[in-house]
């Protein structure tokens, strides 16, 4: 038994407290094209969240995007993104950083996939243009993190949260969005 073993238990358990009907996990071969889709691998804790709690449906507000199906998925919102990306001007959004949930307003959730832990990232656009790595900060080092943060109610986005734990840039924006010209 393994701490993220654990971690995924409460994960589920809150998961299906709060929601109403959740949707059924993904299987392998959903996740195995989803990752053909994207051309990279996801993080095993985000495969595993996929795998054993549902296939989104769940989490923080506005919940976890399905990975595969019908309407907005994570696959669907990164090609999308990534699209706008490439139809040129300044790229934006950076490769192998899958969004993961949409919090409004032009803001999602994502999650660095070249990153083991599976980095949490938090893209803001509102009132940036053109410097698009200022748009770019770190909710959290690793998936399990932030899922941590999520199951103690004590994310950023909490109402009663701690102003004094900001986001911090992610550092590698610009090298990163610099990869896509």
Request: charged share 25%; aromatic share 10%; net charge negative.
């Given at each position: 038994?393994?701490?993220?073993?654990?971690?995924?238990?409460?994960?589920?358990?809150?998961?299906?407290?709060?929601?109403?009907?959740?949707?059924?996990?993904?299987?392998?071969?959903?996740?195995a094209r989803a990752e053909r889709l994207l051309g990279?691998?996801?993080?095993?804790?985000?495969?595993?969240?996929?795998?054993?709690?549902?296939?989104?449906?769940?989490?923080?507000?506005?919940?976890?995007?399905?990975?595969?199906?019908?309407?907005?998925?994570?696959?669907?919102?990164?090609?999308?993104?990534?699209?706008?990306?490439?139809?040129?001007?300044?790229p934006h959004w950076p490769a192998e950083v899958l969004?993961?949930?949409?919090?409004?307003?032009?803001?999602?959730?994502?999650?660095?996939?070249?990153?083991?832990?599976?980095?949490?990232?938090v893209f803001e656009p509102n009132g940036i243009e053109?410097?698009?790595?200022?748009?770019?900060?770190?909710?959290?080092?690793?998936?399990?993190?932030?899922?941590?943060?999520?199951?103690?109610?004590?994310?950023?986005?909490?109402?009663?949260?701690?102003?004094?734990?900001?986001?911090?840039?992610?550092?590698?924006?610009?090298?990163?969005?610099?990869?896509?010209?």
């Open positions: 038994m393994t701490d993220t073993d654990d971690l995924l238990r409460q994960v589920l358990a809150k998961a299906a407290a709060t929601e109403e009907r959740l949707p059924p996990p993904a299987t392998a071969e959903e996740v990279f691998g996801l993080p095993s804790v985000l495969v595993r969240l996929y795998r054993e709690v549902a296939n989104g449906g769940f989490g923080p507000d506005y919940q976890l995007f399905p990975l595969m199906g019908a309407g907005r998925t994570a696959v669907t919102v990164y090609h999308e993104e990534r699209r706008l990306t490439e139809s040129g001007g300044e969004p993961i949930l949409d919090w409004g307003c032009g803001m999602y959730a994502a999650v660095d996939c070249r990153s083991p832990e599976g980095t949490v990232l053109g410097d698009w790595h200022r748009a770019w900060y770190v909710d959290s080092g690793s998936l399990t993190g932030w899922l941590e943060r999520w199951l103690a109610g004590t994310g950023w986005y909490e109402e009663d949260a701690d102003e004094a734990g900001e986001m911090r840039p992610w550092k590698t924006a610009r090298q990163r969005l610099s990869e896509g010209e």
